[in-house]
C-alpha cells in the first residue's frame, strides 16, 4: 500500500471509529531532530535502498548503546548479523564505524559468518548494553548472551564468557530440551545491567532471568526467575491468565527510579516493580498501556493508539525522572514522569507522531529526519537517546527534549 492510499484509508475511518481528542504531548527527544544519523540512506525515489554490507549501512538494527557521553557507541546490525562499534559518538550522518565483530569484513554478512557458532560470530543480535567494564550482546538466534570483561576495542575480539549456553560452539534453544532451565535460554532479546544485577529478556521461555553480578563462567544458571513459577516453565502467561506475575513476549528490562520495568510486548504493556524483586515470581506493582493486570490487547482493542495505550513496545530506557518506550508497532516514542507509575496512567511526552492518536509508519508518509518507522531498541547516556529505528535501517543518536533532561 503507497503513502497516499493509506493515508485516505487513515481519513476514511477517523469519523467512524470517533477518535477522542488527543492529549497535549511535549516532545519526549528534541523537537530539532537527532544529531547523528547511521544508516537509513534512501534511493533516489524516497524509499529505502536496497542494504548491502558496509561500514556505515544498518539492517533492522534492534539494540544500540553509547559506554559514555563521548562513546564508544556500540550498535546490533541485526539483519547483517554483526556488531559495529564507534570508538566516539558520531556527530554526523553516515559516519563509518571503526570496528567489527561477528563477520571477516564490513562487506560480508550471514548468520554466525556462515558457519558454526563461536566467541565471535552471532546470529540475530538483537540487544546491547555497558556490564560493568565490559559489554553484554543478546545474541537472540543463537539462544545465549554474550559477555566481554572488557568493552572491545579493536575488531574481531572474541567474548569472555556464554550464558544460555554451556559452550560458545553451541546454538541450540533451550540446550536442545523441550523444557527450560535456569542455564538455558530462548530467543533472547533484551539485556540490562543495573550496577549490581544482569537481567535478560528470555523472550521465548516467556521470562526474565536475573544474576547477582557479573557472571564469572559459562553457562552459569540464573539466580531469579520472573514471568513463571519456576525454571523449568516456558508457558505463554505462565500457562494460566494475564497477571501481575505473567508474560508473553518479554523484550527489554530497564532500571528507573529504583524500579524495575520490562517490555511485555506479546502482552502489549509494561510491567514495573516498585522496588527491585527478590522472590522468585514475585508479581509487578503496575502496568502501563493497559487498564488493569487482566488486558492484553493493543492499543486496548482500538484501531487508532492513545497517550495509556501500546502496540507491542519492545524498548524501554530511563532518563533520569522519565521512562521512555519504543512503542514499536505505533510507530513512536512515548515517555511517562516517574508520578505516573501507576495502572493505566497516560503517558506525557511523545516523538514520532504529531498527536497520540496518531500511528502508521513514518506517519505513513515518506520518511523524514524526525519520523520512526518500527522502532525497536531505546537506550540514554548523558541526555541522549540511542534510537534503533529498525523500519527505517538506521539509529538515531537524538538529544532529550529539554524538559526530560536530568
Given at each position: 500500500?503507497?503513502?497516499?492510499?493509506?493515508?485516505a484509508?487513515r481519513v476514511?475511518?477517523?469519523p467512524?471509529?470517533r477518535?477522542a481528542?488527543?492529549?497535549?504531548?511535549?516532545?519526549?527527544?528534541?523537537s530539532?531532530?537527532?544529531?547523528?544519523?547511521?544508516?537509513?540512506?534512501?534511493?533516489v525515489?524516497?524509499?529505502?535502498a536496497?542494504?548491502?554490507?558496509?561500514?556505515?549501512?544498518?539492517f533492522g538494527?534492534r539494540?544500540?548503546?553509547?559506554?559514555?557521553?563521548?562513546?564508544?557507541l556500540w550498535?546490533?546490525?541485526t539483519?547483517?548479523?554483526?556488531?559495529?562499534?564507534?570508538?566516539?559518538?558520531?556527530h554526523g550522518?553516515?559516519?563509518p564505524?571503526?570496528?567489527?565483530?561477528?563477520?571477516?569484513?564490513?562487506e560480508h554478512?550471514g548468520r554466525n559468518?556462515?558457519?558454526?557458532?563461536?566467541?565471535?560470530?552471532?546470529?540475530?543480535?538483537?540487544?546491547?548494553?555497558a556490564?560493568?567494564?565490559?559489554l553484554?550482546v543478546?545474541d537472540a538466534w543463537?539462544?545465549r548472551?554474550?559477555?566481554?570483561?572488557?568493552?572491545?576495542r579493536a575488531?574481531h575480539?572474541?567474548?569472555?564468557?556464554?550464558?544460555g549456553?554451556?559452550?560458545?560452539?553451541?546454538?541450540e534453544?533451550?540446550?536442545g530440551?523441550?523444557?527450560?532451565?535456569?542455564d538455558t535460554?530462548?530467543w533472547?532479546?533484551?539485556?540490562?545491567?543495573?550496577g549490581?544485577?544482569?537481567?535478560?529478556?528470555?523472550?521465548?521461555?516467556r521470562?526474565?532471568?536475573?544474576?547477582?553480578?557479573?557472571p564469572?563462567?559459562?553457562?552459569?544458571?540464573?539466580?531469579?526467575?520472573?514471568?513463571?513459577?519456576?525454571?523449568?516453565?516456558?508457558?505463554?502467561?505462565?500457562?494460566g491468565?494475564?497477571?501481575?506475575?505473567?508474560?508473553?513476549?518479554?523484550?527489554?528490562?530497564?532500571?528507573w527510579?529504583?524500579?524495575?520495568?520490562?517490555?511485555?510486548?506479546?502482552?502489549n504493556?509494561i510491567?514495573?516493580?516498585?522496588?527491585?524483586?527478590?522472590?522468585?515470581?514475585?508479581?509487578c506493582?503496575?502496568?502501563?498501556?493497559?487498564?488493569?493486570?487482566?488486558?492484553?490487547?493493543?492499543?486496548?482493542?482500538l484501531y487508532?493508539?492513545?497517550a495509556?495505550?501500546?502496540?507491542?513496545?519492545y524498548?524501554?530506557?530511563?532518563?533520569g525522572?522519565?521512562c521512555?518506550?519504543?512503542?514499536?508497532?505505533?510507530s513512536?516514542?512515548?515517555?511517562?514522569h516517574?508520578?505516573a507509575?501507576?495502572?493505566?496512567?497516560a503517558?506525557q511526552?511523545?516523538?514520532?507522531q504529531?498527536?497520540?492518536n496518531?500511528?502508521g509508519?513514518?506517519?505513513?508518509?515518506?520518511?523524514?529526519?524526525?519520523?520512526?518507522?518500527?522502532?525497536?531498541g531505546?537506550?540514554?547516556?548523558?541526555?541522549?537517546?540511542v534510537v534503533?529505528?529498525?523500519?527505517?535501517?538506521r539509529?538515531?543518536?537524538?538529544p532529550l527534549?529539554?524538559?526530560?533532561r536530568a
Amino acid at each position: 500500500m503507497n503513502p497516499p492510499q493509506a493515508q485516505a484509508i487513515r481519513v476514511s475511518l477517523q469519523p467512524a471509529l470517533r477518535r477522542a481528542p488527543a492529549p497535549c504531548a511535549q516532545s519526549a527527544l528534541d523537537s530539532a531532530g537527532p544529531l547523528a544519523c547511521i544508516g537509513g540512506d534512501l534511493g533516489v525515489d524516497q524509499l529505502a535502498a536496497p542494504v548491502k554490507p558496509d561500514a556505515c549501512s544498518l539492517f533492522g538494527p534492534r539494540g544500540a548503546c553509547l559506554l559514555g557521553a563521548d562513546g564508544p557507541l556500540w550498535i546490533c546490525d541485526t539483519g547483517h548479523h554483526r556488531l559495529l562499534g564507534w570508538a566516539r559518538a558520531p556527530h554526523g550522518d553516515g559516519t563509518p564505524a571503526d570496528w567489527l565483530i561477528g563477520q571477516p569484513d564490513f562487506e560480508h554478512e550471514g548468520r554466525n559468518a556462515k558457519g558454526e557458532p563461536s566467541a565471535a560470530t552471532l546470529n540475530v543480535p538483537t540487544g546491547v548494553s555497558a556490564c560493568g567494564d565490559g559489554l553484554v550482546v543478546a545474541d537472540a538466534w543463537n539462544h545465549r548472551v554474550l559477555i566481554w570483561r572488557q568493552a572491545p576495542r579493536a575488531s574481531h575480539t572474541p567474548a569472555d564468557l556464554v550464558l544460555g549456553q554451556a559452550a560458545f560452539g553451541a546454538g541450540e534453544a533451550n540446550r536442545g530440551g523441550d523444557q527450560a532451565g535456569a542455564d538455558t535460554l530462548f530467543w533472547p532479546y533484551g539485556v540490562h545491567w543495573d550496577g549490581a544485577r544482569l537481567w535478560v529478556a528470555d523472550a521465548g521461555n516467556r521470562r526474565v532471568l536475573m544474576w547477582r553480578g557479573v557472571p564469572t563462567r559459562n553457562g552459569q544458571p540464573a539466580d531469579l526467575v520472573l514471568g513463571q513459577p519456576n525454571f523449568t516453565g516456558r508457558d505463554e502467561n505462565g500457562g494460566g491468565t494475564p497477571g501481575p506475575a505473567t508474560m508473553r513476549w518479554p523484550h527489554a528490562v530497564a532500571s528507573w527510579n529504583g524500579r524495575l520495568c520490562v517490555t511485555d510486548a506479546g502482552n502489549n504493556r509494561i510491567m514495573i516493580w516498585n522496588t527491585v524483586p527478590e522472590a522468585q515470581n514475585a508479581p509487578c506493582d503496575a502496568v502501563l498501556g493497559q487498564a488493569d493486570f487482566r488486558g492484553v490487547d493493543h492499543n486496548q482493542s482500538l484501531y487508532w493508539p492513545g497517550a495509556g495505550t501500546l502496540h507491542m513496545p519492545y524498548g524501554i530506557a530511563a532518563a533520569g525522572d522519565w521512562c521512555l518506550a519504543a512503542d514499536t508497532a505505533n510507530s513512536r516514542v512515548i515517555a511517562w514522569h516517574r508520578d505516573a507509575a501507576v495502572t493505566g496512567a497516560a503517558a506525557q511526552a511523545l516523538t514520532g507522531q504529531s498527536e497520540f492518536n496518531n500511528k502508521g509508519d513514518n506517519g505513513w508518509l515518506p520518511q523524514t529526519r524526525v519520523s520512526l518507522s518500527w522502532p525497536y531498541g531505546i537506550s540514554v547516556c548523558a541526555d541522549i537517546a540511542v534510537v534503533a529505528d529498525s523500519g527505517n535501517n538506521r539509529v538515531l543518536l537524538w538529544p532529550l527534549a529539554a524538559a526530560l533532561r536530568a
